[in-house]
């Protein structure tokens, strides 16, 4: 299997190429998001996206796994993507399509758990669409695999992985503990990040 992941210290932008899994995912994104720019594009979200009172108390389970394939705006798609493919394509890479694409969902489903959770507890009750939850959760995966991997946080500023996993960990805490209204819930952040740590059988370990 090609390994594309760097050694340690060196700056990291992406893979090579797009692996089998990203590149699904990345069409299956695209391909929402162009659905949600037509006239029924409204009603598309307010049938896919995941709202926490439709969702747990209605049984509308499906809005667990369809929100993360709907985005606000193309910069909300835009930066999603660019981060699963900047992370993702090395992540399977390491570990294989099937347990890549396991991980991402799980991620996502994370991010929808914790965040109706949440809302069960009076903390936010919007609607929620976006792949934020899946692509926190690629990130930890990423520090953990390559933590001294070297990546630009806001492109701009250097920084290694394991301490950029924990900066825009805390960034979220801070924005859900701020009561930011927008739909893409700053919470998911928070269950994508969190989530992956409870699994054993996703293979990945911490390097100091």
């Given at each position: 299997m090609?390994?594309?992941?760097?050694?340690?210290?060196?700056?990291?932008?992406?893979?090579?190429?797009?692996?089998?899994?990203?590149?699904?995912?990345?069409?299956?994104?695209?391909?929402?998001?162009?659905?949600?720019?037509?006239?029924?594009?409204?009603?598309?979200?307010?049938?896919?996206?995941?709202?926490?009172?439709?969702?747990?108390?209605?049984?509308q389970?499906?809005?667990?796994?369809?929100?993360?394939?709907?985005?606000?705006?193309?910069?909300?798609?835009?930066?999603?993507?660019?981060?699963?493919?900047?992370?993702?394509?090395?992540?399977?890479?390491?570990?294989?399509?099937?347990?890549?694409?396991?991980?991402?969902?799980?991620?996502?489903l994370?991010?929808?758990?914790?965040?109706?959770l949440?809302?069960?507890?009076?903390?936010?009750?919007?609607?929620?669409?976006?792949?934020?939850?899946?692509?926190y959760?690629?990130?930890?995966?990423?520090?953990?695999?390559?933590?001294?991997?070297?990546?630009?946080?806001?492109?701009?500023?250097?920084?290694?992985?394991?301490?950029?996993?924990?900066?825009?960990?805390?960034?979220?805490?801070?924005?859900?503990?701020?009561?930011?209204?927008?739909?893409?819930?700053?919470?998911?952040?928070?269950?994508?990040?969190?989530?992956?740590?409870?699994?054993?059988?996703?293979?990945?370990?911490?390097?100091?």
């Amino acid at each position: 299997m090609r390994n594309y992941g760097p050694p340690g210290g060196r700056m990291a932008f992406g893979g090579m190429g797009l692996t089998p899994g990203v590149k699904l995912l990345l069409i299956a994104n695209g391909a929402i998001f162009f659905l949600q720019s037509l006239p029924l594009g409204e009603q598309l979200q307010n049938l896919l996206s995941f709202m926490p009172g439709l969702a747990i108390t209605e049984f509308q389970v499906w809005r667990f796994f369809t929100y993360m394939f709907l985005h606000g705006s193309f910069i909300h798609i835009l930066f999603n993507m660019l981060g699963l493919w900047m992370f993702g394509t090395q992540i399977e890479a390491r570990w294989g399509m099937r347990t890549f694409l396991i991980y991402y969902v799980v991620c996502g489903l994370g991010g929808a758990v914790t965040y109706g959770l949440f809302n069960l507890a009076g903390a936010g009750n919007t609607q929620m669409v976006g792949a934020s939850g899946a692509i926190y959760g690629i990130l930890l995966a990423y520090g953990m695999t390559f933590p001294n991997s070297v990546i630009l946080v806001m492109m701009i500023f250097p920084m290694k992985a394991k301490y950029a996993v924990v900066a825009f960990g805390v960034m979220a805490l801070m924005n859900s503990a701020g009561g930011s209204g927008d739909n893409v819930a700053h919470l998911a952040h928070l269950g994508g990040n969190g989530v992956p740590n409870l699994g054993a059988s996703i293979p990945v370990r911490l390097r100091c």
